[in-house]
């Protein structure tokens, strides 16, 4: 499986932006997904995962209540909607897929991690 993020760019505090990530292969539907993001300096952390079916999500307290996390299994595409963004959400966002179909919040439960996008929130 391979998975390709894009959709971030610059924006300022207040703002939003949509994150993609475009997966290739057949069983993209059977797979859990999740977005990780990593700030300059620090590790990378959970921001949001969703089951295969799309049907339950978790997220990280950071981020609850601003961004969502939806899928489209016929376009084999995850989205994150990132809305209320704040300075503190300045990092690169990964997407990962885990053969397991749930929506899991720890790195080493995840198995294809994508190249990740910069999203920069400007105060």
């Known amino acids: 499986v391979q998975l390709q993020a894009f959709g971030g760019g610059l924006v300022q505090a207040g703002g939003s932006l949509r994150l993609s990530c475009a997966a290739s292969g057949r069983t993209f539907s059977s797979f859990g997904m999740g977005w990780f993001r990593q700030a300059p300096g620090k590790e990378r952390e959970f921001v949001a995962a969703?089951?295969?079916?799309?049907?339950?999500?978790y997220y990280a307290d950071s981020v609850k209540g601003r961004f969502t996390i939806s899928r489209d299994n016929a376009k084999n595409t995850v989205y994150l909607q990132t809305n209320s963004l704040k300075p503190e959400d300045t990092a690169v966002y990964y997407c990962a897929a885990r053969i397991g179909g749930d929506p899991l919040p720890h790195r080493y439960e995840y198995d294809y991690w994508g190249q990740g996008t910069l999203v920069t929130v400007s105060s």
């Open positions: 969703i089951s295969w079916s799309g049907d339950i999500t």
